[in-house]
DNA sequence: AGAGATATAGACCAAATGGTCTTTAAATCA
DNA sequence: TGATTTAAAGACCATTTGGTCTATATCTCT
């Protein structure tokens, strides 16, 4: 194959797109004009539709790249490696940290766009629906590993607790949005946890 | 004072409201068209205008609405006069039944307004912000009655776990906006619930 | 009947929307 | 140098946005 001849591509797409998450994740989709997109990408009209189409794939891409962000970070915590218990301290420290002070008022793109789209756009539902999925049966993973382990407290059952955590973790995504707490969030997730393992 | 003399009113002001509610609440603020909200109303541009001044005051009574319903179930519910368990136990099950089946792709207003819009409408913040606080706070006063009834589990502390169920419910209505359980999520209230009581 | 108030229908508006296209400058190769 | 490819700038487009205003019909009172 003949090489590409012509002036190369100068701007790295991945970066377009991570710039365009942060604008989707602090305006929500409707609110984001193009303009925003344009000026947070630093891309012409012509380069962005070049590049993605439309505003519409484009916050696909966004919306995958955050995704798989979070799952990168929930692999890391949860690793089977780890001892079960401390992946799960990490992974709700984890939100912990995220839903306090200013972190909090960021929100969740995830969450955001589940309320603002999912209803009405099946491309969007099936990205969510499948991660909500992957995040609950991660959870629910290393409970059964904290079980096997003679970890969990009598009667607790990992696909119930996962789901009570995984509903836990998004609901403080939401309420810490309006006024993000720190230290009460902290006790509850330490409560709530402490409610699982013996 | 004298009576008034033309025309009267001829339309319900709150019906109007509820119906730009249902909007609302089904597209969300940015999505909801001004043809939209006429066709729900039945109301011409004139008329609403006139009685709500804009979209965006429309929209505010819309979410007092929405709140003041949610404010009288939880009422109901956690009536001081019942059983706190029991209250609790429905407070539950009614949220494992918005989020169950058709009901629960509707998802909640609140969440979705949280979302899409407290982070940058103070008029909106205010009021989410004073729900959540009202929420927790009748849930934390069940778990009080409940706890000074001797049917806590040692340990419980009634703040902390009012801001786990809190957060249980509104996580609950995320997640199942997308893909609605019903069975799994009634068995997973109940699992939480029986963590704190006796 | 007539005065007074209100509703509707829809024309109208400026601004903003997402999206296309053309022109021009730049970068790389042969 | 010249061919080729790309990016940026911005003109341009139809449509939609939230919002105003006027004309007309309708209703209730005196």
Redesign the pocket.
Known sequence: MP?????????DAEAAVERAMGVFWSRGYHA????DLLRAT??????L???FG???SLFLRALDRYIADAVTRMDIELDPRKEPVDGLRAYLAGYVDRTSGAHGRLGCLVIATTMELAGRDADVNRRIASFFKVMEARVADALSRAKAAGKLADGVDPANAARILVCFVEGLRVISKTAPTGTITQAAADALLDRFIR
Chains 1, 2 share one sequence.
């Open positions: 090489l590409p001849r012509g002036r190369p591509r100068s701007f984001t004009a193009l303009p630093k891309l012409s009209r012509g380069s539709y070049a590049a439309d505003k519409h």
